[in-house]
C-alpha cells in the first residue's frame, strides 16, 4: 500500500536528511585527515575535494524537492514531537541554505581549506603578510555570506553567530563580556601574585602514556576512538560510533592532557546525542557555546578538581614522571597571563576570548583593516592580559579560525566557560559533591546526567533553552566567577 500523502514527503525528507548527514560525515573525515596525516602536498587537492563536497551538499540540501516537502509538511497534521521537530530544523537549514548561492558556498568551502594551509606555513615562518591575501579574502566571503541574511539580522556579525550560536546577538554577547572584563582583571591580579608552583618537567612520552591512561578512565577504548596529534588540538565525529580526537604535545608541560579531556568533552557530546536522532536534521550538538560547555566541563570541572588531579598524577608517575596530586593541582590551576589562548589558565581565559571577538566583529563590520590586525591584537592583549607580543605566531597567527573562516566562532569558548560551570553547580545540587567519584576516577554518573540532561537533546533546543532546560535559569556568568572564586 502507498503511503498515505502526509507521510511520503516525509519519508522523503528524512531520506535526502540522511544523505546529507553521511556527506558531512564524509566531509569530517577529510578534514580530521587534513589536519592529522595527509602529507603536505595533498594541500591543494584536498581544498577541491572539499570545494566539490561543499557544493553537493549545498546542491542537496537547497534543492527544489526539499523546499515542496517542507511546503506540504507545513499543512501537514499528526506529527509526533520528535518529527515535527525534524520538520522544523530542517526548514530553517533549508531557509539559511537556500539564500547562499551554490557558488560562494563553494568558493567559501575552498578559501577555508586554502586559507588553513596558508595559515599553517604562515605560523611556521612569523610571516603576518604571507596570511593577509588568504585572511582579505575570508574576511571578504564571509561579509558575502552574511550579506545573504541582510533582512534577517540587524547587523552582519550576527548572521554569522547564528551559524554558531542561533539566537544569540552580539548586543547580548557584548553586556556578558562587559561583566567578565570588569570581573576577572582584579582576579586575575590577585591569583597571579602568588607564589609559582613547582614547574613539572613532564616529558612528551610520559604525556603520550598519561593522555592514554586519563583518557582509558573516561571509556575511551580503541573499538571506536582514534586520539592522534594535530597543530591546533580539535574533535570530530565520522560516526555515531567513531570519535576522533587529537591533542598536542609540548615538552615538559601539562596541556596535552587538558587539552585531551577538552577534546573528550566535545566527542562524548556527539556520541550520548539521542540515536533517534541520528542522520536527521537534529543529530548534531545544538550550538558551539553548548559544545564548548561539554569540553570545558572535563577540562575546568573535572580535569582541575582537586579530587581528581591526584588520578593525573598517579598516571604521570605510573608512565615514569613522579608528581603528587598537590603539585598537578597547582600547577593545573596556577594563574599565570600568557600568549596562547589553548595553554592558557581557566582564569585568564575568557580574556583572550574578549580580544578575538572585539577583532572579529571590527573586521566585519569593517572598522579594522586585515593590515592593522597585529597591531590591534598587541595593544589587545597588553590592554586586557597586561603581557606584550613578541612575535605574530605567538600572537595574531596562533589560531586556525580565521584561516579556516569561522568567524563568529570565538564567543562560544567564553560562554562554553559560563555554561560549564551553571551545570557543574546544578549537577552537584542534584547527585551531591563528587569529590569521592573523582578521587576513584569515577565518572560514570557525570557521563550519564550530561547525556540526560544536555546531550540527548541534540539540535532539538537551541542554546539557552539548553541551559534553561538543564540548570533551571538563563545563561548565568554568577557560577563561573564563583567557581573562579574558589581558587582563593
Not at 20 to 33: E, N, Q, R
Not at 225 to 240: A, E, I, K, Q, Y
Request: a negative charge.
Amino acid at each position: 500500500m502507498p503511503d498515505a500523502p502526509a507521510t511520503a514527503p516525509l519519508a522523503q525528507l528524512r531520506a535526502r536528511l540522511a544523505e546529507i548527514a553521511d556527506l558531512s560525515m564524509l566531509g569530517h573525515l577529510a578534514a580530521w585527515d587534513q589536519r592529522t596525516i595527509m602529507p603536505p602536498a595533498g594541500a591543494s587537492g584536498r581544498a577541491d575535494q572539499l570545494a566539490t563536497l561543499s557544493r553537493l551538499l549545498h546542491e542537496r540540501a537547497t534543492a527544489d524537492e526539499v523546499g515542496a516537502w517542507l511546503e506540504e509538511l507545513s499543512d501537514a497534521d499528526g506529527l509526533d514531537a520528535l518529527d515535527a521537530d525534524v520538520v522544523r530544523l530542517a526548514r530553517r537549514d533549508h531557509d539559511r541554505h537556500r539564500q547562499v548561492p551554490v557558488e560562494l558556498a563553494a568558493e567559501l568551502a575552498q578559501a577555508g581549506a586554502e586559507g588553513q594551509d596558508v595559515w599553517e606555513r604562515a605560523r611556521a615562518d612569523d610571516d603576518f603578510a604571507a596570511f593577509i591575501p588568504a585572511l582579505k579574502r575570508n574576511v571578504e566571503l564571509a561579509r558575502a555570506y552574511a550579506a545573504c541574511f541582510a533582512d534577517e539580522f540587524a547587523r552582519p556579525y550576527d548572521a554569522l553567530l547564528a551559524d554558531y550560536d542561533y539566537g544569540l546577538t552580539y548586543e547580548r554577547i557584548t553586556e556578558v563580556f562587559a561583566e567578565l572584563t570588569r570581573e576577572l582583571p582584579p582576579l586575575v591580579e590577585e591569583l597571579a601574585a602568588r607564589p609559582a608552583p613547582r614547574s613539572l618537567d613532564v616529558p612528551v612520552d610520559v604525556q603520550e602514556r598519561t593522555v592514554r591512561a586519563v583518557l582509558a578512565r573516561f571509556g575511551v577504548d580503541d573499538e571506536s576512538w582514534r586520539v592522534d596529534v594535530s597543530p591546533h588540538p580539535f574533535s570530530t565525529n565520522v560516526g555515531l560510533l567513531d570519535s576522533r580526537i587529537t591533542t598536542r604535545y609540548t615538552d615538559g608541560q601539562l596541556e596535552s592532557i587538558l587539552a585531551a579531556m577538552h577534546e573528550f568533552g566535545h566527542a562524548l557530546y556527539d556520541r550520548q546525542i539521542a540515536p533517534e536522532l541520528w542522520r536527521t536534521s537534529l543529530g548534531d550538538g545544538t550550538s558551539m557555546s553548548i559544545h564548548e560547555s561539554q569540553s570545558k566541563f572535563w577540562e575546568n570541572h573535572v580535569g582541575r578538581h582537586p579530587a581528581f588531579t591526584p588520578i593525573i598524577a598517579a598516571e604521570l608517575t605510573a608512565a615514569g614522571y613522579e608528581a603528587t596530586g598537590e603539585e598537578v593541582f597547582a600547577s593545573v590551576t596556577a594563574v599565570r597571563p600568557s600568549l596562547i589562548r589553548v595553554a592558557a589558565d581557566e582564569t585568564t581565559y575568557p580574556l583572550h576570548i574578549v580580544l578575538r571577538f572585539e577583532l572579529e566583529s571590527a573586521l566585519i563590520e569593517g572598522t579594522l583593516a586585515v593590515e592593522d590586525l597585529p597591531a590591534a591584537w598587541n595593544d589587545g592583549t597588553k590592554r586586557l592580559l597586561g603581557i606584550d607580543v613578541p612575535s605574530d605566531a605567538d600572537g595574531v597567527l596562533q589560531d586556525v579560525h580565521w584561516a579556516s573562516g569561522a568567524f563568529g566562532y570565538f564567543p562560544s569558548y567564553a560562554l562554553g566557560c559560563l555554561i560549564a560551570a551553571q551545570l557543574w553547580e546544578t549537577l552537584e545540587s542534584e547527585l551531591g559533591s563528587r569529590s569521592d567519584a573523582l578521587a576513584s576516577g569515577d565518572v560514570d554518573a557525570i557521563r550519564t546526567w550530561l547525556g540526560a540532561k544536555v546531550h540527548r537533546h541534540g539540535r532539538r533546543l537551541d542554546t539557552v533553552p539548553v541551559v534553561e532546560s538543564a540548570t533551571g535559569r538563563g545563561l548565568d556568568a554568577a557560577p563561573f566567577l564563583r567557581h573562579l572564586g574558589s581558587r582563593r
